[in-house]
Structures are given as structure tokens and as C-alpha cells.
């Protein structure tokens, strides 16, 4: 190294030619050798073959993509639309007071015949009608109308006499208005009743009812006295989609009625109905009972209760005349629902309630369904019991 060095230095002209001849070299190299190394250009340009591979299946992939968008699952077939069915014909009023008119009707016919009215034809006639539950006074009534405007007729003439003073009485307890109309807010529906009466099952019906015509309907189970028969009430309240305001068994009645007076006002409901308890066998307790549930009523909501409906089964024929006289001396009612009729052949009762009572009788019940508690009609009851007129409704 260092002769090299020491030659350098002797002789100038060696680092004179080296300055020159090395970047020819280097030129030299870069013109042989630059053309195979490829530039940084020419890598982006020329993708290698491993690219070359993988665009196909990428490309695929995409495609596969957009083909599923491009054509989504095929919808389910809608299912067929089912008709509703048709709602049932309404029975014939007729076929529901069917034992009541054969019984009364159907053995006036009996005792007519072909013959014409005399003592004897009157006489049968006496023993048929007090034996009819219709009511002592009721019987004396009519029969008296028959020797009156009867005398020396045949029996169409006694029929049609019997047809019209039955009317006429029934007339008068007609209610008047539409029976779901409300007059507070809420309207308040206080309903009475015997055990087994079918109170229960008709406050369940009318809050039905009540609903149908566009009201808003809650519902109190005063009964606290059975268990059943708040579950009962309960039960219907789901049924028909209201609420129902409750006790504990043995809770007060009152306090009931005013919980659910309160409730009402609170949630903006129409009408309000309470049961109560039926203990009849109690008499004294019980009247007094209805007496506090009425005041409280009273004091909770101006004018209430707007209606007071008594529940009688008319399988007790006569005795639902008794149970009306009771109830009415605790409280005012201001209607009458007679049950039952479908079942029974003591359906001419509801003559004597009317002629002895003359409270009018808002709805009969005459089957199971809610649409089998129908608003009293004095025509269409007594066309139904002669079963005349086609009595449809």
C-alpha cells in the first residue's frame, strides 16, 4: 500500500489517467448491464406472474357477489286469504221462548178447543192461568179482561182478548232510548242479583255490548263474598278486553266500588260496572250493603249510579216477584234483565213483573252468546209467544 501510494506520488500523470478512465468503466457497465434490471416504473407496469394468477379469482369472486345481490331468494307464496265466516243468523225469538209459550200459550189452546166461553170454559180457564206463574194478581187481571170483552166468543176471540191484554201490560215496561246510551262520565251501571241469577254472566254480556256500540268499558267485582265470582268476572274481562278492578275475598264491597269509580275517572273510561253479592239468605246485612254501595257511588260521581239493574232468573218464576220486592227496598232499581228464558216454561213471570212491579225491563236473556242478551221489546216478546208474525228477531 504504500509503494502504491509512493508510486502515485512519483508519477502524477497514473491519477490523471485513473480520473479519466474510471467513468468510462462505470458508463460501460451501465450500458451493458442496465437494460435487464428492471426499474421501480417497471415493476407497476408489468405485473408479476403470481398477480397475473389471483386477478382471475378475484374478478370470480366479485362477480359470484354481485350475482347474489342481482338475484335476491324468490319470496314465500302469500298464504290464501281464508273468507271470514258469516256471521250466524240470529235465532228466531220464537224457537228461544219455545217451553214458555207451549206451557202458557200452548195450553190455552188446550183448554179452548172448539168451544165457546162459558162458565165451564172459564173455570178451566182460572185453574190454567193461576198455575202459570204469571202472579195472582196478574191471572185475576186477565181473566176478567176475557169475561169482559169475551163473552160468548169461540177461541179465537178468547186468544186474541188474552194476545192484547198481555201486550198492553208488557207495553208498559218497555224502556224507552237506546240502553247503551251513557248520561256521566262515567256513566256508572250498579247491577243487583241473586246467586245463580246470572248476574255475573250478564255484566260480562253488557260490558260486551257497551264495547260493541264504541264505550269504554271497566268493571268492578263487588262480589267479594266468592271467590268464584270474582274469578268469573275476571274471566270476562279478558274475554272482552276491560279491565277489572278486585279485591281479596271478603274485602268491602264499597271500597271496591269506589277503587273502581276512582279507576275509571283516572283511565277515561265510559262505564263503569259493578257487581255485588247476592247473599239473599242474609237479607238485612245485605240490603244495607247495597245501601253503602250506593252512597258511595254517589258521593264519588254526580247523578250515580245512572243505572240500577236487577237480575232475576226466570226459572224461579213467582219467587223472581219476591226477589224484585227486596231489592227495591234497598235500592232504587231502574231496570229489570230476566235470564234464562231459553231454558225454561215460567217465562210468563216477566207479565207479572210488569204488571206488579212496573219497572221496565231493559234485556231478556235467552242463550249463551253475548248477542243472546237482547234489548226488551213488548211486540216482538209477545209475537214471539204466540209465535206470530214470524217473531225473528
Known amino acids: 500500500m504504500e509503494s502504491l501510494i509512493q508510486l502515485i506520488e512519483e508519477t502524477p500523470e497514473l491519477l490523471l489517467l485513473g480520473s479519466l478512465v474510471l467513468p468510462l468503466f462505470l458508463t460501460l457497465l451501465i450500458v451493458v448491464f442496465g437494460s435487464e434490471a428492471p426499474s421501480p416504473l417497471d415493476e407497476e407496469a408489468e405485473p408479476t406472474h403470481e398477480t397475473s394468477v389471483e386477478a382471475p379469482a378475484a374478478e370470480a369472486e366479485a362477480a359470484s357477489e354481485l350475482a347474489d345481490v342481482a338475484e335476491p331468494e324468490p319470496l314465500p307464496e302469500p298464504e290464501p286469504v281464508v273468507a271470514p265466516e258469516p256471521p250466524r243468523p240470529r235465532a228466531r225469538l220464537a224457537d228461544r221462548l219455545r217451553r214458555t209459550s207451549e206451557a202458557l200459550v200452548g195450553q190455552i189452546e188446550g183448554v179452548l178447543?172448539?168451544?165457546?166461553?162459558?162458565n165451564d170454559l172459564l173455570d178451566d180457564l182460572e185453574a190454567l192461568l193461576f198455575g202459570a206463574d204469571l202472579g195472582v194478581g196478574t191471572a185475576e187481571g186477565l181473566l176478567q179482561a176475557v169475561r169482559k170483552e169475551a163473552a160468548g166468543g169461540d177461541a179465537a176471540a178468547v186468544r186474541a182478548v188474552l194476545r192484547n191484554a198481555i201486550c198492553e201490560r208488557l207495553a208498559t215496561v218497555e224502556g224507552a232510548g237506546d240502553p247503551f246510551a251513557t248520561r256521566g262520565t262515567p256513566h256508572v251501571v250498579l247491577v243487583l242479583g241473586v246467586n245463580g241469577s246470572g248476574k255475573t254472566t250478564t255484566i260480562g254480556k253488557l260490558a260486551a255490548r257497551f264495547q260493541e256500540s264504541g264505550k269504554t268499558v271497566i268493571l268492578g267485582a263487588g262480589d267479594t263474598f266468592r271467590a268464584a265470582a270474582i274469578e268469573q268476572l275476571q274471566v270476562w274481562g279478558e274475554r272482552v278486553g276491560c279491565e277489572v278492578v278486585a279485591s281479596q275475598e271478603g274485602g268491602d264491597p264499597a271500597a271496591v266500588a269506589f277503587d273502581t269509580l276512582k279507576a275509571a275517572k283516572a283511565r277515561g273510561r265510559d262505564v263503569a260496572i259493578i257487581d255485588t253479592a247476592g247473599r239473599l239468605q242474609t237479607k238485612e246485612p245485605l240490603m244495607e250493603e247495597l245501601k253503602k254501595i250506593h252512597r258511595v257511588i254517589g258521593r264519588e260521581v254526580d247523578g250515580a249510579p245512572h243505572e240500577v239493574l236487577l237480575v232475576l232468573d226466570g226459572n224461579t218464576g213467582q219467587n223472581a216477584i219476591s226477589q224484585a220486592r227486596v231489592f227495591t227496598e234497598a235500592t232504587g232499581v231502574t231496570g229489570l234483565v230476566v235470564t234464562k228464558l231459553d231454558g225454561t216454561a215460567?217465562?210468563?213471570v216477566i207479565v207479572g213483573l210488569a204488571d206488579e212491579?212496573?219497572?221496565p225491563v231493559r234485556?231478556?236473556?235467552?242463550g249463551e252468546a253475548?248477542?243472546?242478551?237482547?234489548?226488551?221489546r213488548a211486540q216482538e216478546f209477545v209475537d214471539a209467544l204466540f209465535d206470530e208474525g214470524g217473531a225473528t228477531g
Open 113 to 118: 178447543g172448539g168451544r165457546t166461553v162459558d
Open 346 to 348: 215460567k217465562g210468563g
Open 357 to 359: 212491579l212496573h219497572i
Open 363 to 366: 234485556f231478556i236473556g235467552v
Open 370 to 376: 253475548i248477542e243472546d242478551l237482547r234489548e226488551f
